[in-house]
């Protein structure tokens, strides 16, 4: 069974930083993009990133709310997919879900972050 | 960037009722529009993607259909368990946008 859980999420201040990990199991998580999404307090989801395969590069991509700011990688010995987040803003606020494919086919059940003085 | 938008924005249906959900995306993007729909205080789930196919475990109820611009997510018969809200996705090009949104309730 594919499972994919969050963890590292939080109260944290505007301007500070925070990690959060993604632990996948039930699939061979190095041959799989991993995604980050993203959804504010009774709002929709935004798309945050991803990271492709190291066998297809293991590039990045970011939506520009985020670019420059959050950086997305991956230790595929370990099963875990970071998202690194510097320069926190309050807009930030979401519970932040991690997911497998471009098509999002599995979603973790999400970790809360709170920026917030 | 792509954007998408949905309609309607919510809507009030009947158990048993055919329910269909349009997604409009900006630019061509193809066959690569997924639907997922999110239950409340729960995570999202894929039901369709690359427009018609059905992911596995989904009901047959749910079905996708379009290509290129316009797409639509249909439920024949709806069930208590599919009020909650549908969101679409192109993973055409980056950034993958969503919709906002249709809120499925009982009428």
């Known amino acids: 069974e594919v499972q994919l859980v969050e963890s590292g999420g939080g109260l944290v201040q505007p301007g500070r930083s925070l990690r959060l990990s993604c632990t996948g199991s039930g699939f061979t998580f190095g041959d799989y993009v991993m995604n980050w999404v993203r959804q504010a307090p009774g709002k929709g989801l935004e798309w945050v990133g991803f990271i492709r395969s190291k066998a297809n590069g293991g590039t990045t991509e970011y939506a520009a709310s985020v670019k420059g700011r959050f950086t997305i990688s991956r230790d595929d010995s370990k099963s875990i997919a970071y998202l690194q987040m510097n320069s926190l803003k309050t807009e930030d606020t979401a519970i932040y879900y991690c997911?497998?494919?471009?098509?999002?086919?599995?979603w973790g059940q999400g970790t809360l972050v709170t920026v917030s003085s | 960037d792509i954007q998408m938008t949905q309609s309607p924005s919510s809507l009030s249906a009947s158990v048993g009722d055919r329910v269909s959900i349009t997604c409009r995306a900006s630019q061509n993007i193809s066959s690569y529009l997924n639907w997922y729909q999110q239950r409340p205080m729960k995570p999202p789930e894929l039901l369709i993607f690359?427009?018609?196919s059905l992911q596995s475990g989904v009901p047959s109820r749910f079905s996708g259909s379009g290509s290129g611009t316009d797409f639509t997510l249909t439920i024949s018969g709806l069930q208590p368990a599919d009020f909650a809200t549908y969101y679409c996705q192109q993973s055409y090009s980056t950034p993958f946008t969503f919709g906002p949104g249709t809120k499925v309730d009982i009428k």
């Open positions: 690359v427009a018609s």
């Open positions: 997911t497998r494919n471009y098509a999002n086919q599995y």
